[in-house]
């Protein structure tokens, strides 16, 4: 017997020193990280397991609440994994109500939004706004209707399962007319998002020579006050999109700001739309003849002035309202896999706030972002994590207002390790610094959050986050590495 104490602890020792080692490189690291003159008045937090064992191999203020940034993005993937499953879709209707006589619908055709964030998307085939269109066209071709320009065609949305708001409003002005600050509704379309395509001047502080939106039908009901300039070469994107406060009854005002740099032919910014359901709509209208269009099809259908749409609710005028429902074409988005991968590969905000919708819809029938948010922290809680460590107000860590612990973090990040669908949530985290981390960034906030597996073969989850730093964001990125290359 004392032969295999012996046996048993030679064996086992080198393993407690490399144990010990990383705990000391660590303990080194962050200290120095803390003495560091950028972080004098900020809050930080490393927490960091053993991934296998469990075992805390560096804790430090795992117990308080930081704003986590977009490394709170793990949090609504591992949920949406549990509550809705890998292979979940959402389904959006499209179809007729009224009653067909040779060829013409006595109706209106209805879609009812589903929440789908990716509908109209470029990042899958089979969500482009061609393919979309084109299944739509189909389905009404062999559903025998043939309007010709001379009957009127109304389209009504059912927009009923999701609240109405189009803006978090624990989200800043400044973020909310750009690309990234993008909420989501019952109908969205490509993403929300529309491109200005800006062409600066010659030199700096030299005026724009001019702007286009892309896709053109943008324009039909935005007003875009451009007051960019042109910055220093190499300056960078500093242009911000804010919504007006002024809006008529027919169209959205944006104010434009900042600079966009000099040395360039041209420089796109990318912008939030005021109204996804009113994007959808527009881009269904009569397309000019002169009109650069994001579509190559020609618009047989709804591409006629006799077109109009109506809210739901709204369709008591028209004709033949009262016949028989009936479904024509049942679009499904790609699989939540997939919109999980792009979710933490380029952290789309919209993807986090449909989700946050998602589970409060499949559990309470009615999609808003409180109700998601108490169920996602119910769920955790469950799990184990106390809810006043996921202290959140939206579903992509955009809000400054969140508040979670690096503690919960790496909780959920370990019991995502231990789930059937854990390689389908690892695929999706982006690769940096020889790890598989979620970055997370807003004003004078950084943190990252991941899975690194060191050289003598131990695995580590961990989650670092810093709030109130000073100085430039690339030179704390550079510091937290160099903490987190201690468990290489």
Excluded at 19 to 44: C, G, M, N, P, V
Excluded at 65 to 85: M, R
Excluded at 260 to 277: I, L
Excluded at 460 to 485: C, E, H, R, W
Aim: charge should be neutral.
């Amino acid at each position: 017997m004392k032969f295999i104490y012996v046996f048993f602890a030679f064996y086992i020792f080198p393993f407690l020193l490399d144990a010990q080692d990383i705990q000391q490189k660590l303990k080194t690291a962050y200290r120095q990280f803390e003495s560091d003159s950028q972080f004098k008045h900020a809050s930080s937090s490393l927490y960091v397991i053993n991934a296998k064992t469990g075992a805390v191999v560096f804790d430090k203020n795992s117990q308080v609440g930081l704003v986590p940034a977009s490394t709170q993005k793990i949090i609504t993937a591992a949920t949406a994994f549990e509550l809705l499953g890998k292979d979940f879709r959402y389904k959006t209707d499209f179809g007729y109500k009224g009653k067909i006589e040779k060829g013409l619908l006595y109706g209106y055709f209805y879609l009812i939004g589903s929440g789908d964030p990716t509908l109209g998307s470029w990042r899958y085939r089979s969500t482009t706004p061609d393919f979309y269109y084109e299944k739509l066209m189909k389905a009404v071709r062999n559903s025998g209707i043939k309007n010709d320009s001379f009957s009127p065609i109304y389209l009504v949305f059912d927009l009923s399962r999701y609240s109405d708001e189009l803006f978090n409003d624990n989200w800043i002005w400044q973020d909310l007319g750009n690309y990234y600050g993008i909420s989501s509704c019952a109908l969205n379309w490509r993403e929300n998002q529309f491109d200005a395509i800006i062409f600066p001047g010659k030199n700096a502080g030299d005026p724009i020579k001019a702007m286009k939106l892309f896709p053109q039908y943008v324009e039909r009901r935005l007003i875009v006050n451009n007051q960019l300039t042109t910055g220093e070469k190499g300056s960078g994107d500093n242009s911000y999109f804010y919504y007006s406060p002024g809006k008529g009854s027919n169209e959205y005002h944006m104010d434009l700001k900042g600079s966009v740099p000099a040395g360039v032919d041209s420089f796109v910014v990318s912008a939030s739309y005021p109204d996804p359901r009113f994007y959808f709509s527009e881009f269904l209208l009569p397309v000019a003849a002169n009109q650069e269009i994001e579509s190559s099809m020609n618009y047989p259908l709804f591409g006629r002035t006799a077109y109009s749409y109506h809210w739901e609710g709204d369709s008591s005028s028209i004709k033949g309202y009262t016949g028989k429902s009936t479904m024509l074409y049942e679009h499904s988005s790609p699989s939540l896999d997939s919109i999980i991968y792009w979710f933490l590969q380029k952290s789309i905000n919209l993807y986090g706030e449909a989700l946050i919708k998602t589970f409060a819809y499949h559990k309470n029938g009615f999609g808003s972002t409180d109700s998601g948010i108490v169920i996602e922290k119910n769920f955790w809680k469950q799990k184990g994590i106390d809810p006043g460590e996921l202290n959140i107000r939206d579903g992509s860590g955009l809000s400054p207002q969140n508040r979670v612990t690096t503690h919960a973090e790496v909780e959920i990040l370990k019991y995502a390790r231990q789930q059937a669908w854990f390689q389908y949530f690892l695929k999706a985290f982006p690769e940096s610094n020889k790890m598989k981390l979620k970055s997370g960034s807003i004003t004078d906030v950084k943190g990252f959050c991941g899975y690194c597996t060191s050289a003598d073969g131990t695995d580590y989850i961990f989650s670092f986050l810093t709030n109130n730093y000073t100085g430039a964001p690339q030179a704390v990125i550079n510091k937290m590495y160099k903490v987190l290359d201690s468990l290489k």
